[in-house]
Every structure is written in C-alpha cells, then in structure tokens.
C-alpha cells in the first residue's frame, strides 16, 4: 500500500502524496454541472473565465500556498484566519464555509440524481421519489466513507475525480474537436478576438459573483495540512498542478457544449448529458451515454466528498480546542469528526426532504443559494486579509513557499481578492428579475447570512473551561 494518508494503519504512519493533495482541491473546484450554465455564453465563456482566474484562481492559489505552508498545523482556513485576527474570527470563516454547505449539499446531490437517470430512464428525474431516495445513498454513502478518515476519502477522491471529473470533462473536449473537425455544424458564430470579451451590464452583474466563486475550493487541502509529509514543498506544488488542471479541463469542455447546443435549448440541469447524447448520437454510439453518465455521478459523488469531510474536519479542530460543546470533539478511531458529520447529515437531509417533495420552496431556495455565496465571500475576504495581516504580524514565521515580490506582491495578490471577493458580496445581493421587492429580498439574504454566520458568537460565549479539558474523546470500536 502507497504512502498517502497520515493514519496510523499497522504502526505505520501514512501521507497524503502530492497528487492525492491536489486531487483534493480537483474534487472540490472541478463541477461538470457548472459547464452548461457557462457554456450559455458562446465564446465569451472565455473572458468570464479569465476574469475568475485573474480574480480569484490565482490570488487563491497563491494565497492557499503561502498560509498552508507557514500554518500547516491543521484546521485550514481556521487556523489561518485564527492566527491572524483571533479565535473568534477564524471559527466565523471555518464556521461559514460548513454552514454554506448544508445549504449547496441539495443542489448536488440533485445534480448526482437527475445524471444517474440518464444511465437508468431519464423520466426518473421528474419522480421525487427517485431523486430524494438516490439523493439520499449518495449523501449518506459519502457520510460512511468519510467515518473511514483520511484513508478512505483520499482514496475516494484520488481516483473518483480521475473517473468522475477529469477523463469526462477530457473525454467531452475530445467530442467537441470530433465534432468541430468531421465539419458538423457549430452553433457559434465564427471567432473573433473580440467575441471572447464578456458583456458586463446590469443583467450580468449578479452573474458576476457565481463566476468569481466557480474556484471556490481551492484552499481545501489546507484542511489536511496534518496528513502530508513535508507541506512546505507539496502543498505549493499540489495547488499549482491543480489549479492548472482545473482551468484547462473547465474552458476546453465548456467551449466542447457550446460548439453543440444553441444557448436558448440549453438546459442548465441536465445540459452536461443533453450534450453527451448529442455528441454520441451523432457519432452513432448512443450506448455510450449510459456510461458517461455513470462516470459523471461518480465526480458528482467526489465533489460532495471533498466538500463534506474537508470544513467538517476543520470544525472538529475547533471542538478539540474546547471553543464547542464536547459532543462535537467525538472522533473515532480513524480520526474522523463522528459528530460533525452525523449533524451536517441530518441537516442536509431534512434541507433535501424539502427540496425535493415541496415546490414552493425552491423559490425561498433561491434567496438560500444567494446566502451560500454570501458566506463563501465572507470566508474568503477573511482569508486574503489574514494573507496580508500575517506578514505584518509574524514576519518572522517560516514560509517555505512566499508570494513574490516581497509586501508589494502580497498586497497585489491579496488586494485583488479582496476586491473581487467585496465586489461579488455587493452584486450577490442583487435580486432575479422576478423579485419585485428589491429591499426585501436584499433584507431576507442579509438576515439569513447573519443567522448562518452568527453561531459561533453563541458557543463562544457559552463557552466553558471543562469544554477543552473533557472535550477529546475517542469512540472506541
């Protein structure tokens, strides 16, 4: 057995490899379900991506380097905002980042379901029942593989997002190039420069923020800084070869879709497999939709993966340092949060129970998905400001890996963040064109995020000293 994860298996201590870090951070940033709702976009798909990687790819990236390398001590943005600006900070921006997912958890788990379908009957997609039922395996399927600890989910995401994520997106961009050189008619219009450059206006101003946070996730190895063998070296290198990866992967597949389907045909639900049939209908190998649409449930299943263990472990540092009840500090005997991570799974399935069988609430869902983006900016304005605040504060802390450029390059990197992250706070706050109670709904997002933020406040205050001293308790199994 390789070395890849840092569990004790035999007296043997084992570590997660440079490839297993960056499969990580490719398991949360890489979504085949955000490539329809780019793919809408044409050519122009292209400048929105390269605004988000100038915006946010890169200084994240960077960013995740240098504090994952000087902070390597676990807990990721936790204890690199912890270091910064103190406790109460830090477990705000862990706190945000779990708390948004209880709310995204359904849209995947929705998306996991209706691609499934697609290999079985595509008509099960519209039966609540299927989808709450397949919805429910995944996530507690999931759940049951992270009580395994490092072993198992870094297992999990190193060879489901090659399966699930990278040859379908890979395998997708080779279609496209079929398509585009057999001379098969192309629903763009020809290339130009210029066709490439986004038209930013008042309608695709709130489009803004979902573009900057597509590369959410990229700071999620962070949370396994405890499980690699010499961070100062591997994180920097893992980062960059996912950040590489992610990029590439995500333009070439969505330019693949939008060679194949007009945009006003595009479903933004199932338009990854409407392009598939598509391409292999054409090709003559519709048998081949079955699989493809297996191997993408498969990357569905990773990405939730990844976001599911990587904030639970984090909060699980924060319980060990006696900041919440004890009850949140029970692991097991591989390491894993137990409590954690049987609480954010009974949220999230009483979230999906509703989702699913109660229309009337994806309405109200809409104002909850605008929270998910108000919190990420929460966590990430946190992020860069710590960034910036520790070369102040700690100058002195070793940084294997440093942004270039001494003060100037970080305050470069990390003022361009911020900048993208504030603005995407402010645009996220505007309303769909269907709202007609602009303050309302701008009140309800606000409260919402506040309430969703707020919890830590509460346990730090209620905090206890027996709280840290009886807090780590193992369930013995």
């Known amino acids: 057995m390789s070395e890849e994860t840092a ?17 990580i951070n490719v398991a949360a940033v890489l979504s085949i379900r955000n490539f329809p709702s780019m793919a809408v976009y044409g050519w122009s798909c292209i400048g929105w991506y390269i605004i988000g990687t100038i915006l946010f790819l890169i200084p994240i990236s960077l960013a995740g380097a240098e504090l994952a390398t000087g902070w390597p001590e676990g807990g990721g943005v936790y204890a690199w905002v912890k270091q910064a600006f103190g406790e109460k900070k830090g477990f705000i921006a862990l706190f945000c980042e779990w708390s948004n997912n209880l709310v995204w958890f359904p849209t995947v788990l929705s998306f996991i379901a209706a691609t499934l379908a697609f290999a079985l009957t595509p008509e099960l997609a ?9 919805m429910m395996i995944a996530f507690w399927g999931t759940t049951i593989v992270a ?10 995401s190193t060879f489901g997002v090659i399966l699930g994520s990278i040859i379908p997106a890979v395998l997708i961009t080779f279609l496209g190039i079929w398509w585009f050189g057999t001379g098969q008619a192309l629903v763009l219009p020809d290339f ?27 700071e999620m190895a962070g949370f396994h800084a405890l499980e690699v063998r010499n961070p100062q070296t591997d994180f920097p290198k893992a980062i960059g070869l996912s950040a590489v990866i992610i990029f590439l992967c995500t333009v070439a597949a969505t330019l693949a879709i939008a060679f194949v389907i007009p945009a006003d ?19 003559g190998l519709p048998g081949l ?54 609480t954010q799974a009974l949220i999230g399935s009483a979230i999906s129970l509703l989702y699913v069988f109660l229309p009337s609430v994806n309405q109200a869902y809409w104002i909850l998905s605008a929270m ?47 900048v993208g992250i504030a603005f995407s706070f402010t645009v996220g706050l505007m309303p769909p064109s269907y709202y007609s109670n602009v303050l309302g709904y701008v009140a309800s997002v606000l409260f919402g995020t506040f309430i969703l933020a707020a919890p830590p406040l509460v346990f730090l205050k209620m905090k206890k000293p027996e709280w840290k001293n009886g807090g780590h308790s193992e369930v013995k199994e």
């Open 192 to 218: 130009t420069p210029g066709a490439i450059v986004p038209d930013i206006n008042l309608g695709t101003l709130p489009f803004f923020s979902t573009v900057i946070l597509l590369f959410a996730g990229m």
């Open 147 to 156: 009580y395994f600890g490092e072993n198992a989910s870094a297992k999990l």
């Open 289 to 342: 939709v079955g699989p493809m649409a297996v191997l993408i449930t498969i990357g569905g299943v990773v990405s939730l993966a990844a976001w599911l263990i990587g904030p639970a472990k984090g909060l699980g540092v924060v319980a060990e340092e006696g900041n919440m009840p004890p009850m949140f500090d029970r692991t097991n005997k591989y390491g894993a949060p137990v409590a954690v991570l049987l």
């Open 265 to 283: 045909k595009l479903s933004l639900a199932s338009g990854v497999m409407q392009a598939i049939q598509y391409f292999f209908d054409s090709a």
């Open 372 to 418: 998910t983006v108000e919190l990420l900016c929460i966590v990430y304005f946190l992020v860069f400001a710590a960034l910036i605040k520790l070369r102040y504060s700690q100058p002195d802390t070793p940084r294997p890996f440093k942004i270039p450029g001494g003060m100037a390059g970080v305050w470069l990197v990390g003022g361009i963040g911020l």
């Open 126 to 134: 519209n039966s609540p029942y299927y989808m709450f039922t397949v």
């Open 7 to 23: 569990v004790i298996t035999g007296g043997k201590k084992k570590y997660l490899g440079i490839f297993a870090l960056a499969m």
